[in-house]
């Protein structure tokens, strides 16, 4: 079993940053891809960014430039650094991982979700 542990959410003000982390722990023996998903109420999850092990990275075309995401491998955690935050931004954001365990089985992995609630 894996788990993904997230941190970093939190109220801010339009304009504002935050920086978000997740930290996979468990049998893992590596990580294929991380990546960071939001869903705000009334609507259907959706990728924010993603990264690879080996540092290709994809945004969702609303948060390109303005998001970043990064990966210490060593640590199996990602991050993603939210600057420009906007009302529209506000929403629950969930961290995945590809994982292949040390069973050899490949699994998806969700975190439990942490609150971003941007004000105008």
């Known amino acids: 079993q894996v788990q993904l542990v997230e941190s970093g959410g939190g109220l801010v003000q339009a304009g504002g940053s935050l920086r978000l982390s997740c930290a996979a722990s468990?049998?893992?023996?590596?990580?294929?891809?991380m990546g960071w998903y939001r869903q705000a109420p009334g609507k259907q999850r959706e990728l924010v960014a993603g990264?690879?092990?080996?540092?290709?990275?994809n945004y969702a075309d609303s948060v390109k430039g303005r998001f970043t995401i990064s990966m210490d491998n060593a640590k199996n955690t990602v991050y993603l650094q939210a600057n420009s935050l906007k009302p529209e931004d506000t929403a629950v954001y969930y961290c995945?991982?590809?994982?292949?365990?040390?069973?050899?089985?490949?699994?998806?992995?969700w975190g439990q979700g942490t609150q971003v609630t941007v004000s105008s």
């Open positions: 468990g049998s893992i023996f590596s990580i294929y891809a």
């Open positions: 995945n991982a590809e994982v292949v365990e040390t069973t050899g089985l490949i699994k998806d992995y």
């Open positions: 990264i690879t092990s080996g540092g290709s990275t």
